[in-house]
């Protein structure tokens, strides 16, 4: 954004000390909503720092929150980035090209490989409806935003730019998803900072994103009261098949974001219903068995808290 000339405004000392830190090139990106539903701005502040050091616990906590609106969405390593700023826009004056406004600042990175699926195309373009925001994850592991005094904001991204495209495999090249999006006019660049990668307890280059998980009550065998196959996979496959999501246990189940756990819902008396046992019978097949206390006709909802993973709830009627 162009900043107007004001009366008594002094140039800034052009001294350096002797070891400035440099920003390395961008490995992954990390978005997020601008403001939360909360109407909480998300940013890094000062204070979330403990003796110097921006603690795991608090990366995690982002990754990994209830609240989508205030969650990191961490993406895998991103290539061939270009993330340039346009020429200024200027007057001409009598020939003498008179500084208007800064010019736009585009970005343009590939996801290669499997990185680079039409499912993955889809995960991204799903951000295009919202107001958001990112941070870059520089090479060395550093994080990369905007200083604001007490706290690091993340880059806002003009609203309407976002938008990725799938570029299929051909006798040279891999497949790829190719992401486009301007930064915000407001965005100045003087502004970019850095949290050193020393000055994060953990390695943000080893971060991912959540996976979403999706599953379904089956037909076969029969749902009883008290029993219930269930199928969970992941987002990402083959049709009909998609990856099966296993390894998922009882102390998974939960209807309330993992305060009460081995629990499902019984939506028709509106309690918790608890989990005798899991097993998984195939990759990503499951039999629960259930505590007595659910009957014909109700309506039985399944969901899955697991740190690293998203699952939407579903339900199956008990016959």
Excluded at 105 to 113: I, K, M
Aim: proline fraction near 5%.
């Amino acid at each position: 954004m162009f900043e107007p000339c004001s009366c008594g405004q002094e140039g800034k000392n052009t001294g350096r000390p002797s070891c400035v830190p440099i920003i390395d090139r961008t490995g992954k990106l990390i978005f997020m909503r601008t403001i939360a539903d909360d109407g909480t701005v998300n940013s890094i502040k000062a204070t979330d720092f403990v003796n110097g050091v921006l603690p795991d616990a608090f990366i995690q906590a982002k990754i990994n929150h209830i609240d989508p609106s205030k969650r990191w969405y961490i993406t895998p390593k991103i290539n061939t980035v270009t993330d340039v700023r346009a020429d200024p826009v200027t007057f001409d004056k009598d020939g003498i090209p008179i500084f208007v406004a800064q010019g736009p600042r585009t970005f343009v990175g590939s996801f290669y490989e499997k990185d680079g699926s039409p499912t993955f195309a889809g995960v991204l373009n799903s951000f295009q409806c919202q107001d958001i925001s990112f941070y870059e994850i520089s090479l060395e592991g550093a994080i990369v935003g905007s200083d604001n005094d007490t706290e690091m904001l993340p880059t806002a991204i003009e609203t309407g730019t976002f938008y990725s495209t799938v570029v299929k495999k051909n006798v040279t090249d891999p497949n790829s998803v190719q992401l486009t999006f301007a930064v915000n006019e407001l965005v100045r660049d003087e502004n970019i900072i850095q949290i050193g990668a020393s000055a994060i307890e953990t390695n943000m280059l080893t971060q991912k994103g959540l996976i979403d998980g999706t599953g379904v009550a089956l037909a076969a065998p029969v749902i009883t009261t008290t029993t219930v196959r269930i199928d969970l996979n992941y987002v990402y496959g083959d049709f009909p098949s998609k990856l099966p999501w296993k390894g998922v246990v009882s102390v998974d189940f939960s209807p309330d974001n993992g305060v009460t756990t081995d629990s499902v819902f019984n939506e028709t008396a509106s309690a918790n219903l608890a989990i005798n046992t899991v097993t998984e019978v195939a990759d990503g097949i499951y039999d629960l068995v259930l505590a007595a206390g659910a009957a014909s006709s109700n309506v039985i909802s399944v969901d899955i808290f697991k740190a690293g993973f998203d699952m939407k709830a579903f339900t199956y009627l008990i016959p």
